[in-house]
Structures are given as C-alpha cells and as structure tokens.
C-alpha cells in the first residue's frame, strides 16, 4: 500500500480541481506534505493544486520511494462529482503499488449509497529538476484575490495581452491589456488596501498571453488571496490560497511571458 | 469633449448601453452643446434608439465650441458595441465613483476613465473608434397626432400577459379605449401559438389623447427593452404615434436625460402585403470627409456607375422611396470611406436586401424530353467577363510572338 487517504467535504477541492481542468492527465503527487496535482500545457504553463495533509481525515504514505502517477483528470473530476450537490460524501482513496489503478471508494452517509471506482493509471516519464518557485525571486506582491479577479474581468475586452509592470516607483502595480477594440489599463497603488505584501527589488515588465490568464481567472474566484512574484526571465508566479471552513488549499500557476525581440 | 458622469448615473449609462446592445452593433456617440447623444439603429433601419444625456446629467460637460461651428452642429464618433459593452456590464459589484469621457475631434480614439470608490483604484481604457460618420435622424419623436402615457410597471404588467416568444404587438386604438393582441384579426393562425388579447380604457392611463383612430402594428422586443429600462429607474412611459405605416416613437424623459425609442410600424389591415423591411426609418449615414486619396476619381466614378442590380436579383415589386434612399446612402458610404477595417467592409454588404420571391420554373408540358436548361446566374456571367481571359483559346499569338507548340488540348 503506497497511498492511503480520506476525506470528507471535498466540495471545495472538487470545484478547484473541476476550473484547473484544461487538459486530460494530470499528475498526482501524494507527499509527506500533501497530495499535489499537476497538470503541464506545451511547457508554458503549469497549473498545480495542492491539498495539504490536514485537509484529510486519514493520511498515510508509504516513506520508502517517491510516488508519481498520471490520471486522468477529467474522469476523477467527475467521480468527485457523482452524488452531485446533496449528501456529504466521505472519499478514500488508495494506490497499492506502481502501475495499479487508483481505487477510490465514495460513500453516501445517509443512503448507504457506495460506489466504488478505479482509475487507470500511466508512468511518468520526464522528471523535472528545477523548482519554478525558486525562479520567480525578483519581485512578489500579494493582493486581495476579488479585487484582482474583478479588475481582470474588465481588462477582458477580447484583449489578446497582458501587460504586467511592477516597479519601486509610481505607479508601482500596472496592468495593461491591448486588444484589437483598443487599450485598457489599471494601476495599483503599493499602499492600498488590497495590497498586503509589495516586496520589489527592480522594475520589470512582462508581457503574457491574455488566453493563459483568462484559464486561471475560474479558479481565483474561490481564492481570498493571491501572490503575484515574477522573476528575472520574466516567469509568472500566482500562488492562491483557497480558504474553505479554516482549511486552507494552494493552487500555483506559473505562466512563462512572451518573446519580444529587441 | 470631456464629460464626467458621478457615481450614480454610471448604472445609467451601464444599463442605456446595454439596452442599445440590444438593438444595434454599432453606436453612434454625438456631443453637443447641451447634451450627448447615444445612438443606434438596427440592421434594418426599422429601429432607432437614441438616448440623449443633457447637461444636467455629468458633473461636468465641457465643450470645444470651436469645433461646433463646422458644418455639423456636433462632434460624432462611431463605435462598435462589442467594444463598449464589456466594460460597463455585469452588475454594480464595485462602486463607481466616477465615470470619464474624453474625446477629442477627428481622433481615432475616445478614452474612458473610471475611478472606482474602494482603493482609488483608477482604470483608463482607450476604445478605438470605427470610420468617423455622422447620423441625422429624419424623424422627429412628437410628430405623432397621439398620445399615451402611463407608468412602467403598468406597462410591464401589459407585457405579462404576452409571451416572450411573440415578436410583434397590435394596438387598436379608438377614442376611449385600446385593444392589445399579440396577432392580427383575420390573418391565418399558427398552430401552437397562444392569441392573447388585452383590452385598456383611456382611465386606465395618464394621458390618453387620440386624434385618429387606427391600427398599429410593431416589433415588440424594442419595446420590451425600453419597458425594462424605464423600470428600473421608474420613469413614465410615453407613446407618440400616428396611423399604422407611420413610426412609432416610445419616450422616456427624465431631468437629466431623454430616451427615444422610434419603431418602424405596419398597419395590419391595410399593409398585409407589404414587409417591415420596407418600412425603415429615413436615416441618412453621412462621411464628413469628402476625399478619400487611396481610391483616385476615375476609379470613383467607375464605382459610382456600376449596376449593381446586375449581381442581385432586386426582384422586389414594392420597393420603397426611403428603402432605395438607404441603399444609396450605403454605396456612397463604400466610395467615400477609407477601407480600414475588414469588420467595416463585411457590415458595408448588409445594407442589401436579399429577393424574398424566386421566380418560379416554366415546365414545358408537350415536351417533356427537352428540359429548358437552369438560366444562366447573373454571377456566371460576371464571372465569364472577370475570368474572360479563361475562355479564350489557350494562346494568343499576338501577346507572346512566335508559336513555339501548337495547342495540344481538343477542344
């Protein structure tokens, strides 16, 4: 038995996993910590949710080796989903050894409803040494995740990029999107409200994909936080915090910024 | 121009743009000297919605008398809804403190500027603007011989009583009381479709002042939105009309703006022939400009004469006098623009109206063997002169000199 867990009121790690859910395999990784969930698109953008070990009511994994599977996400997604709204569902979840499937037992507290499912699981070939995390050291500032999530939405205006400035001098926060109907722009002040945490070492401009940014806006809105950090290459670090009931979850999204030749 | 619009009636402007998407994909923004004006007009002209924000309304107007005196009495833009629209819908999540509109003559741009009241939080978006034209409107909203007003909720109780999948709503008015039904007495019933009909009294009204008795029939989606709009800021509803055939025109007034609904109307008792689209509201879309340096004046005149009727079959027996006034008015629009925009140029053909009647087969009953061959397509003609070079034989000595092979194709 490599992996053993449980939990129950997993509606908020269903509806975080259902807005991440762009593509077809993810990659679970059950850790000391936690079980993260990864999912890679053409090697630009990496979507990863992390559910943290006291979110389950049983946690228990083998020491020995590290545990990699890929499923698919779409189908766990929707096995989250299988009593729909009503019940509170308890979830265990059990891998017993690489290459077998990972079973997941759903019971229904009060029909005495239990459905018990298997996915298929596939090997995983490429291991990645570099931690994004890392990469993303130059500036950070951490934000009120409605507020963002409400400017955004108003920079949307068919806009095809984004363009992020965060710099020590006024305005100290930009947001700029260019689209064909025209240009929006937003600026932040480093001492308002919404803003938590300005940490900025040089200024720096990065531009980015509106399409990649629009795919996270879904999941931000379960967010109360955010943590913007971008790094020298012009990597994109967002780091949300989902609170639910005083357990907390993290998704991180790291987007890499267009080529602009000189 | 610059104007700035408090807090408060930025829901105003949110909810009028929203209501003008609903008509029109294009909007035409005027500033004069004492109001602004929104406009728009659907597809087919039969629609014309105007919604005009006076003074009273910004918390500052301000106004380059200069550029008045040009031979418009205003200064126009023209905008594509979808570019608008994002920006001022969805609800009121965030509270608006203010609202700016700068504008400056003949710019390709209008810039709004909105402040929202957690944060200071100031958000500058620059729109650009499509081909600069100027709109007159050739109807005036009172010109009609009635008059009815009432509240907005009695209004929209009216519309209760009618479904959401009726499109048209037929008044007969008399002196003292008004019948509303969703169909015309006498026309061929359509299965499945509920007929209601509502019967008012002139009591039941505020102002009921009817010169002429008659029928009027009209689009009932415009005026569904403009019900919806004068109910969520409470305001009377007028109606101004005359006979059935003439337009119809729904206003809204308020101290600090005015809003025109005019609807091109039918009379159904005696216009069943006719179709609405022959009844569009006298529009006249005009460039300021006159000189248009990428297309030189005999390439002008050339398209100035070409018949396009030979393309089209405008095989419509009643056509009428403001239908073709509309049509001209597009071509002049195809010379005189700049070619910018794909967008512009796709929206251009729409002002076409497509033949509603094919002409039907002749079989030839006492020869059934010889089949009359398809008439050839007016396309297929135009195709054969564009394409001429195609039809004729495969060389042409006079072009190239020497026959260095002979034509090996039989034909």
């Keep these: ?262 | 121009m610059d104007g700035i619009i408090p807090g408060a009636n930025v829901k105003v402007l949110a909810r009028a743009i929203n209501a003008l998407a609903k008509i029109g994909d294009d909007l035409f923004i005027e500033a004069k000297k004492e109001m602004l004006t929104l406009t728009t007009l659907n597809l087919r002209k039969t629609i014309c919605v105007r919604y005009h924000l006076l003074n009273s309304f910004f918390s500052s107007y301000e106004i380059d008398e200069n550029e008045l005196t040009q031979q418009s009495r205003d200064i126009s833009c023209k905008i594509h809804m979808k570019t608008v629209l994002p920006l001022l819908k969805g609800g009121s999540s965030r509270e608006k403190d203010f609202l700016k509109l700068e504008y400056e003559n003949n710019s390709d741009v209008i810039i709004f500027k909105m402040k929202f009241k957690c944060d200071d939080i100031l958000m500058k978006h620059t729109l650009r603007l499509m081909d600069t034209e100027s709109l007159t409107v050739e109807i005036k909203p009172d010109a009609g011989c009635n008059n009815i007003l009432a509240s907005s909720s009695f209004f929209s109780q009216l519309l209760t009583m009618f479904s959401n999948t009726d499109d048209e709503i037929t008044l007969e008015v008399s002196k003292e009381k008004v019948a509303a039904r969703n169909y015309i007495v006498g026309a061929p019933v359509r299965s499945k479709s509920v007929r209601s009909q509502v019967n008012l009294n002139a009591s039941e009204f505020s102002i009921f002042q009817i010169s002429c008795e008659t029928s009027i029939n009209f689009a009932l989606r415009p005026f569904r939105t403009a019900i919806q709009f004068a109910e969520s800021f409470n305001l009377n509803i007028g109606i101004n009309f005359d006979v059935g055939g003439k337009p119809l025109a729904v206003i809204l007034k308020n101290p600090t703006f005015e809003v025109n609904f005019i609807i091109a109307t039918l009379n159904p008792y005696s216009d069943l022939q006719s179709s609405m689209a022959t009844t569009s509201i006298p529009t006249k879309v005009s460039n300021p400009k006159n000189d248009d340096p990428n297309i030189t004046v005999e390439d002008q005149e050339a398209l100035l004469n070409v018949n396009w009727s030979e393309d089209f079959d405008m095989s419509e027996p009643t056509s009428d006098k403001a239908d073709e006034r509309s049509k001209r008015s597009g071509f002049q629009e195809v010379v005189k623009n700049k070619n910018t925009e794909a967008k512009v140029a796709g929206k251009r053909c729409k002002d076409f109206s497509l033949p509603v009647d094919n002409l039907p087969m002749e079989v030839d009953h006492e020869d059934m063997d010889v089949l009359p061959p398809s008439p050839e397509s007016p396309r297929a003609k135009k195709a054969k002169l564009v394409f001429g070079r195609c039809f004729e034989p495969t060389f042409s000595e006079t072009y190239l000199g020497q026959v260095l092979a002979p034509n090996s194709d039989s034909e």
């Excluded at chain 1, 980015?208 to 290459?233: D, P």
């Design chain 1, 1 to 262: 038995m490599l992996f053993c867990a449980e939990i129950t009121d997993f509606k908020i790690v269903h509806n975080v996993l259902r807005s991440i859910a762009i593509k077809d395999f993810a990659i679970l990784r059950p850790m000391e910590e936690g079980l993260k969930v990864t999912l890679d698109d053409m090697k630009c953008v990496e979507t990863s949710a992390y559910i943290p070990c006291n979110m389950f009511s049983f946690y228990r994994i083998s020491e020995k080796e590290d545990i990699v599977l890929k499923v698919s996400l779409k189908t766990l997604v929707e096995i989250l989903n299988i009593f729909g709204d009503d019940g509170n569902p308890n979830l265990k979840l059990t891998y017993n050894s690489p290459g077998s499937p990972l079973c997941l037992v759903m019971k229904h507290k009060d029909e005495n409803i239990t459905v018990d499912c298997e996915i298929r699981t596939m090997n995983v070939d490429e291991t990645r040494a570099l931690s994004l995390a890392d990469e993303c050291d130059l500036n950070k500032i951490v934000i009120n995740a409605s507020i963002l999530v409400d400017l955004l939405q108003r920079l949307d205006n068919f806009a095809d990029e984004i363009t992020l400035t965060i710099s020590p001098d006024p305005p100290y926060f930009t947001l700029k999107a260019t689209g064909i109907g025209g240009e929006s722009e937003v600026n932040i002040s480093k001492n308002s409200e919404s803003v938590t945490v300005f940490q900025c070492i040089k200024t720096l401009t990065s531009q980015y994909s509106f399409n990649l940014i629009r795919q996270i806006l879904k999941v931000m809105t379960y967010a109360n936080k955010v943590a913007i950090s971008t790094g020298e290459s012009g990597l994109l670090g967002l780091q949300l915090v989902i609170s639910s009931e005083e357990r907390h979850m993290y998704v991180e999204y790291y987007v890499t910024s267009i080529f602009i030749p000189e």
